[in-house]
Nanobody
Framework: QVQLVESGGGLVQAGDALRLSCVVS????????MGWFRQAPGKERQPVAC????????AYADSVKGRFTISRDNAKNTVYLQMNSLEPEDTAVYYC????????????????????WGQGIQVTVSS
């Protein structure tokens, strides 16, 4: 059974930083791309950042480029999202996901490329 567990969310002020973590079990973590997505109230889920299996390839939504960094530690089965200069518009539930694209260094931003998802974690940025 594949499980993804996010941590690190919370309530912060605009301009602050947070680091989200997602630990994966039940899958050969290092062989699959990983992604972070978010869903704000009343909006559809949107991609935030994605990373290929080795970490060599990354992709970001335009709204977070230059502020967020995705990384992974394959020895710890963990993917991270470092979020700097947070804005109220970043308020959302953040989800990590693992792709079905076996042994790929693609960093796909489409949610259709992912088959397992975490339960989500709330990030709230106050102004």
């Amino acid at each position: 059974q594949v499980q993804l567990v996010e941590s690190g969310g919370g309530l912060v002020q605009a301009g602050d930083a947070l680091r989200l973590s997602c630990v994966v079990s039940g899958r050969a973590f290092s062989r699959y791309p990983m992604g972070w997505f978010r869903q704000a109230p009343g909006k559809e889920r949107q991609p935030v950042a994605c990373i290929g299996r080795s970490g060599a390839s990354t992709a970001y939504a335009d709204s977070v480029k230059g502020r967020f960094t995705i990384s992974r530690d394959n020895a710890k089965n963990t993917v991270y999202l470092q979020m700097n200069s947070l804005e109220p518009e970043d308020t959302a539930v953040y989800y990590c996901a693992t792709s079905w694209k076996y042994y790929s260094d693609d960093a796909p931003l489409s949610s259709g490329e992912y088959d397992y998802w975490g339960q989500g974690i709330q990030v709230t940025v106050s102004s």
